[in-house]
């Protein structure tokens, strides 16, 4: 295939370790422009920064859950997998897009921090210097994320995203900067959401441009990720945990071929053929949350028939998603 890459099959998308010289024909025949960026945003985007409140402010509407031991354990060793694909150099985590993930991506702050996390592979004890270089880097790119360009945000939040989980997994999970690292994630992930967390044409039941699905799915994918990290931090200290209601709405894990497409072309097809499996619309998160009560048996069948026609199609990402919900809501 020459200089093209080619999609790894696993959770980590493309191999990084030895990058080819040219860039992949996706980029390099198809060159992706995140300049004109029709995105939405059909949440509050102030309640992702508000979140932690929800545990010392008693609110009705707030729904809690319970992880059990074994989802939590679950969730930690699948957030650890991310950060340690990244240490290692075996690839970016599945909540970022391969084709955002590396050289030639424009996203200077994702790229620095694939190269940068580096420095903790094989770090034995004594890490003080590396988790200085660590938080020094975190500082910059929150100082910097309002200034930066939509899609650039987006790509800021999820380099914070996988400094976080380093920090957690490689330095200390009782770091005490990591309270602090929360707060700017859950910031910046707000700052994030307000680009947009949907394409408009999404809405419209059309197919938006392959840029604008790009930023979307990878927005969510992170935005999902951020809080079975955040309810990993809650339940290890001891503090309730509530359905995530704020993101009422929006799209589930999108497709496997849809997200490893490597052309323009390829991916549109795909899309095409997406819209005419989903007449009814693509399968939303909170149709992965618990029954409402008001509903009878035929409601309930056509959702479970909704879910199964999204199990089809997932890559590692969406199972994940899936088995959480799915052990703790009973969906």
Known sequence: ????????????GRDTTALPDAPPRAISEHSLDFSRLDMACPIDAADISNR????????????????????TAFIYRMLKSFAAAVVRGEGAPSFVHPLMAWPPS?????????????????????????????????????????????HAIVAAYQ??????LVLFFYVSEVHENL???????????????????????????ERPRWEEWI???????????????????????????FISTELHGLPAAGPSNLWRATSRQEWQTD????????????????????????????????????????????DEYGIMLYTVTSCTHGT
């Not at 295939?1 to 980590?12: A, N």
């Not at 190269?115 to 929150?142: C, K, N, W």
């Not at 910046?188 to 039941?205: D, K, M, Y």
């Open 52 to 71: 932690w409140l929800k545990a010392y402010v008693p609110d009705p509407s707030h729904k809690a859950k319970q992880y059990s031991g074994p989802i």
């Open 271 to 314: 899309y095409n053929q997406y819209l005419a499996r989903w007449p009814d619309g693509i399968l939303r998160l909170d149709e992965l949350w618990p029954m409402p009560a008001e509903f009878d048996d035929e409601v309930i069948r056509k959702r479970r028939g909704r879910v199964d026609r999204w199990l089809i199609n997932l």
């Open 159 to 164: 380099a914070y995203s996988i400094y976080t």
């Open 1 to 12: 295939m020459g200089s093209e890459h080619t999609v790894r099959g696993g959770l980590y």
């Open 106 to 150: 424009p996203t200077t702050h994702l790229s620095t921090c694939m190269s940068l996390v580096r420095i903790f592979d094989r770090a034995g004890p004594g890490t003080e210097h590396l988790s200085s270089i660590l938080l020094g880097e975190m500082t910059r790119v929150y100082d910097e994320h309002q200034n930066l360009e939509p």
């Open 215 to 241: 930023v979307a799915e990878s927005q969510r994918r992170t935005l999902y990720a951020m809080y079975m990290f955040d309810s990993v931090l809650t339940a290890r200290d001891g503090v309730p945990t």
């Open 179 to 205: 309270p602090t690292a929360m707060l700017n994630l859950q910031e910046l992930a707000s700052a994030s959401a307000a680009v947009g967390v949907t394409c408009r044409a999404e809405g419209q039941r």
